[in-house]
């Protein structure tokens, strides 16, 4: 197999979603450091526009959003597995669930703490404004961080009486997808404002998972520059796909159709279907740098439109 490539950044999230992944599979990776913020000319001719952290690239194949670059990686390194044996579908719903409500008021309490000002300026603050599709307002923030430190407080709860039973990891004695999930914004909370920065100091049972999760560690990690990892898509061939022909979309093999996400960063990624299953959705496109290229998405959360 081509070497895994990581294109992301050290504070970001999502991010850290796949590195403990990556350090609960001992798996050897190469890191390609990004901005975090537009524009990112090394990584659009891979992607075609998806601009979110992180993106897995493997050869000439280019894997946008975790929900989809975990299903790959498991995939390719099969053990230890993420998705214990019966409860796979357990496990995914549980990362959607977390992904999709906890990220969100976790992310709250962490920007109306931090002084984005200085640390970040005029330049983070328009990029998030484009990329949420609100205006970024660092005032309206921190006068937000009640609601959401209660809220955060209240999901994080739930999480915690998955543990109550004394188990070690969410779904049982091994750590799973779902853990990784979790382990996202209970991360970022922790290393921006501490390890036991509230709600935290609340939840002593996710603390405790916490340190659990943090001592899987990152994996076998190489730097690498991007030009080096664009360099390797263009001498790849992009493995092979498949179209389900009995997909309830109806799309069919060789359209051509947008892929866009369906909540923050909604750039259209524009190519010809290759690929089409549940869980992704793949197309082939061509750039005069990374040469021809298949990006892969997941179903749930991207709107696939015939163009
Ligand atoms: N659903 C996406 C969410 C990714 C996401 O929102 N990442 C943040 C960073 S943690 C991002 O892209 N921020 C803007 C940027 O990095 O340009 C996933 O699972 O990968």
Known sequence: MAD???????????????????GLKQAAWKSVDIPNVMPKPELMPLTGGYRKTPVMQ????????????????DRRLPTPSLLPKGHEGEARAIAMWVDRNIFSPAVGVVMSQIPIEGRFGETFKKD???????????????????????????????????????????????????????????????????????PLDRLPGIVAWSQRMKALGGG???????????????????????????DPSGLEAGQKISVTPDDTGRVPVEGVLVGLAPDRVSIRRSDPRAGEVVVHFPRAGFVVLPL
């Open 220 to 246: 076998r990690r190489t730097d690498i520059k991007a030009g080096e990892a664009l360099d390797i898509a263009k001498a790849a061939e992009p493995g092979t796909t498949a179209v389900d022909a009995s």
């Open 128 to 198: 998030r404004s484009e990329f949420s599709g609100r205006n970024f307002d660092p005032e309206r923030l921190r006068a937000a961080l009640p609601m959401m430190r209660d809220q955060t407080y209240a999901l994080l709860s739930v999480a915690g009486t998955m543990l109550s039973d004394g188990r070690k990891f969410l779904l049982g004695a091994e750590p799973c997808l779902a853990d990784c999930a979790l382990y996202n914004p209970v991360w970022f909370i922790q290393s921006q404002l501490g390890e036991t920065a509230a």
């Open 58 to 73: 493997i050869g000439a194949d280019i894997y946008c959003d975790t929900q989809l670059i975990m299903l790959e990686l």
């Open 4 to 22: 895994i490539i990581l294109h992301h950044y050290a504070a970001s999230p999502f991010a850290e979603k796949v590195r403990i992944a990556l």
